[in-house]
Nanobody, 120 residues
Framework: VQLQASGGGLVQTGGSLRLSCTAS????????MGWYRQAPGKERELVAR???????SHQDSVKGRFTISRDRAQNTVHLQMDSLKPEDTAVYYC???????????????WGRGTQVTVSS
């Protein structure tokens, strides 16, 4: 199983970016999917999470600005980021809890990370 993320980049304060992450491989089922981020010198933190049924949760600092969504048929999760701030600058990682044909139970997988830089 692999997670491939895309959509990061450099944007000015107040701008928008859309991150996407697609899981591929011998996937039987995907449970929760989400986005984490890690800023320099800080620990990785959960930004947003979405369940198979579509229930969403967002970190307080991004509520009203970021929106997580999911395309179950495409094994893809998106993160729409609006009104970006310099403090959103970080490497963003996608995550998926996956049941694959080669594993007896669900296992967590991470994408390689995509850089988001917000200039002031």
């Amino acid at each position: 199983v692999q997670l491939q993320a895309s959509g990061g980049g450099l944007v000015q304060t107040g701008g928008s970016l859309r991150l996407s992450c697609t899981a591929s491989g011998t996937i039987v089922s995907i449970n929760a999917m989400g986005w984490y981020r890690q800023a320099p010198g800080k620990e990785r933190e959960l930004v947003a999470r979405i369940t198979p049924g579509g229930s969403r949760s967002h970190q307080d600092s991004v509520k009203g600005r970021f929106t997580i969504s999911r395309d179950r048929a495409q094994n893809t999760v998106h993160l729409q980021m609006d009104s970006l701030k310099p403090e959103d600058t970080a490497v963003y990682y996608c995550y998926a809890d996956v049941l694959s044909e080669s594993e007896p139970q669900y296992k967590g997988y991470w994408g390689r990370g995509t850089q988001v830089t917000v200039s002031s």
